[in-house]
């Protein structure tokens, strides 16, 4: 007989919300102990961590995520197509209108309302993931459940795993509605729990900071974030730019900013709408060499980088703010045709480049500045377009070469 999904859900939901008797799991058992210890070295009140804590099953769900996010590392355009689909931009666009609080926040805040519009739609699809059970769990399971995975960022883990407890011992919420992603990340913008408590505020006055069921306070709290971390108001964050034939890509570096005055002397133009004003900084970044788009990026996108780490990201939240707005697509196509590379292929071009003796910085397997700075300062001893882009057509030349 053939279960439909729907009710397997229903049947699996309460086993996988149930904590399962630590019995059943000796490592999380064994690691528990130390974590209420923590939370109660850290000021939290030690019965509510040893009631929250104490049973709980690591989430295997959780593990896999974690595994995957290691292996795979999407290409740049893969994941604009996910984050920035026409769907995005109609929801987005329908959200510009049904959220009244925009104007207010973006007044109280000075953060354009369409970048807070697509850092939500980025995060959880405008709010809709909020209620679908497969992809938000309980935050101290999560928590707990990588805290205690061995893996390196096991205290980084353990200080948001006290942060979500203090968040309870604060009365913020309750232990059902403190609900995340597998990594942690909580409510309609994603705060993690040590952001929630610099950051989150109480935005549509009913005096509690709920980033989980109120719009306006997970986009005040998340635009109030922004400027801690640089956002500067009436500037955006730079744009597509086009490169003069013969360009010297070695000043596609990612970090000398330029003002644009200057970079128009280099012959640069704006593929669409102009980047700011003369004396405006930027510096020029080809994610994805010197066959796919460049851009000028403003100190706004470093402050997105700041929200998320990822580059795609931070690209994905400006692009579909410009989408929001109207603002067509990129001019300059991606390299589709690229085949993707492995961890392992990764980690082997961060080796050789190593050995070259152009230092990556740590063989990790990401591509970061470092390493594309290596890329471009061998591509360049070779004579070859120092463009700093990791493709399989550099992993066999430095296989090549080697
Ligand atoms: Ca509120």
Redesign the pocket.
Known sequence: MRVPVALLWLLAAPVALAQTPSAEDPAMAACLPGLVARAREQGVTPALAEAQLSGLAADPDVLAATRKQAEFEKPVWAYLDAAVSEEAVTDGRAKLVSEASLPAIEAAYGVDRHVLVAIWGIESGYGSVLDDPRKVRPVLRSLATLACAGDKRAATWTEELVAALRILDLGRTTPERLTGSWAGAMGHTQFMPTTYLRHAL?????????IWT?A??ALASTAQYLRTLGWRPGEGWGGEVVLPAGFDYRLADETTSRTLAEWRALGLRPAGREIGIDTDTARLVLPAGARGPAFLLRPNFGALLGYNTAFSYALAVAHLSDRLRGEPGFVQAWPRGDRPLSNDERREIQTVLEAKGHPVGGVDGRIGPRSRAAIRAWQAAEGLVPDGYADSTLLDRLRAGN
Do not use: T
Not at 202 to 210: K, L, P, V, Y
């Open positions: 109480d935005f549509d006055g009913d005096g509690r900071a709920d109120s306006p306070d």
